[in-house]
């Protein structure tokens, strides 16, 4: 990035001019994305549907991907943007250690995202706004961190479990409630799982599982072994059983009064 603003500013995302427009600007948007640390590490998690206005642009999106070894990123907002983004995030993290021979720390990640959201500022000013969800294990710490932003590029750690996108404030609720600090990999997964299930259920632009079609979220898990997509075949079971329990309790578990 520093190279193309010396030499190119035109080819960076965030210094194309767009024509002044009437309205909304109808192109595909990504919708939830949602992270539980655990003990063994972080899980990074997020629907398969994107849309465009009213409509479902698309029902099986990949809005997970891995930045790095040992870190991976969820993105809402301007899917095109969005994707541009990871993929140039991606390659500076890569470059970052071929020429320093060593990774960028977390802390230096989250940062080195925040500064590449903010020189998207005018795109989101007009609506073409990208808010990612940043997440990975802690080398130096030991420990799976989140990192949310906004579409200036503030950036936050969030405790324990966090959400981005049009669902995030059903699907917190969700997490709010059933995390607990003592979770497992196989309970965090099935956390994400019950939280964007619950987004689905009160946002339209969140997709819950779609067991006609096999369309099952994204899971990712990244710990001390570093980042790692759970399979359709891993996650199916789990899919499955909440949806059998939905039948039953459509409004999901319940946590305890007190």
């Known amino acids: 990035m520093d190279f193309l603003g010396s030499h190119a500013p035109d080819l960076l995302p965030g210094n194309r001019p767009l024509p002044p427009v009437k309205g909304a600007v109808e192109i595909p948007h990504g919708t939830t994305i949602v992270a539980v640390t655990y003990g063994g590490g972080v899980v990074l998690a997020g629907d398969r549907r994107a849309t465009m206005g009213n409509f479902i642009a698309q029902r099986d999106i990949e809005k997970v991907f891995p930045a790095d070894e040992y870190s991976a990123v969820g993105i809402a907002g301007t899917a095109g943007l969005a994707v541009e983004m990871v993929k140039l995030f991606q390659l500076e993290l890569e470059h970052f250690e071929k020429v320093e021979g060593a990774q960028l720390s977390l802390e230096g990640k989250a940062n080195r995202l925040s500064t590449m959201i903010r020189s ?87 997709g819950g599982p779609d067991l006609a079609r096999r369309i099952y979220p994204i899971v990712t898990v990244v710990s001390d072994e570093g980042f790692r997509r759970l399979s359709d075949e891993q996650l199916i079971g789990t899919v499955r059983a909440i949806h059998e329990r939905r039948l039953e309790a459509p409004d999901g578990p319940r946590a305890a009064l007190l």
């Open 120 to 206: 998207n500022l005018g795109m989101a000013m007009q609506g073409l706004a990208v808010v990612p969800l940043f997440a990975g294990w802690d080398v130096d710490r030991g420990k799976g961190r989140i990192f949310s932003y906004d579409v200036t590029g503030g950036r936050s750690e969030e405790q324990g479990y966090a959400a981005t996108g049009s669902g995030s404030m059903f699907a917190r609720g969700a997490l709010k409630k059933l995390y607990r600090e003592d979770l497992s990999e196989e309970d965090a997964t099935t956390l994400v799982v019950q939280a964007l299930y619950d987004a689905a259920d009160d946002d339209s632009a969140t």
